[in-house]
């Protein structure tokens, strides 16, 4: 062996118990989850329940491959098209309304109770208030979808915001550094875990709100599909359906998180 050879030996990429720990938190949930799907298999078999009670994962799987095109994903679009954009909306406006609240005591203080005491409300059941409102479009089921997902983005960012260290501040102060300097370089990037938190959680409450409303007034979308099909006892086709939100949703909960990723290694949170 010669000494470039020995000098060139390579390190692993990845640690070998990094490398561990990341297939482990892999393996587990989806060793789990075909645990779960087949006992629920085997249960449905063995005691012959009916499909309409509860079909088997084989059949959902069946309908879901029958069904995906056109059925499926034609209802699939309208409901990712208009929950992406009631989140951008809801994170926008909650990201802004969270900066006043906290530039301004007295803006804190005269609209922080009520954004509080709107948070308590059980919004489901202003979803027809919003059909009164703004008609059965789709503007009803937008403004009802950023309605309840703002307010997480909301809560968690003005917690960001005033959890920052004391001495950064008075730094700041110090440096005379103007409020807005000081929001943004010191206030918003140690917010940022904070409102992507928030964000995190909005990317939920945005597909209810939207599945609420179709639920309501929609003839397209999953959730008049889900509706249709516990009209026609077609389990399977709902539970397809459903399927296809929860696919969805995690892909929508993972870009959130790597946008979270890059933009904390941008702003070194």
Known sequence: MTAIDTGARKKPLLP?????????????PVAAA????VAWETAVR???????????????VARLQELFFPLLLKHAIPTIWESVIAFAVSSVLGIALAGLLSSSK??????????????LIPKIALAPLFIVWLGIGSQSRLAF??????FPVVIATLAGLDNVDRDLLRLCRALRASEWQTFREVRLPHAIPYVFSGMKIATTFAIIGVIVGEFITSQAGLGYLILFASAQAETALILAAILVLCAFGLVFYGLVAIA????????GA
């Open 106 to 119: 007295i803006l804190r203080e005269a609209l922080y109770p009520n954004v509080v005491l709107f948070q």
């Open 16 to 28: 070998t118990g990094v490398l561990a720990g990341t297939l482990r938190q892999i393996l587990l």
């Open 145 to 150: 979808s950023v309605f309840i997902s703002f």
């Open 34 to 37: 075909l645990v779960v799907l």
């Open 46 to 60: 063995v005691l012959d329940v009916s499909p309409v009670l509860l079909p088997p994962p084989s059949m959902i």
């Open 260 to 267: 979270e990723t890059v933009t904390r290694n941008r702003f």
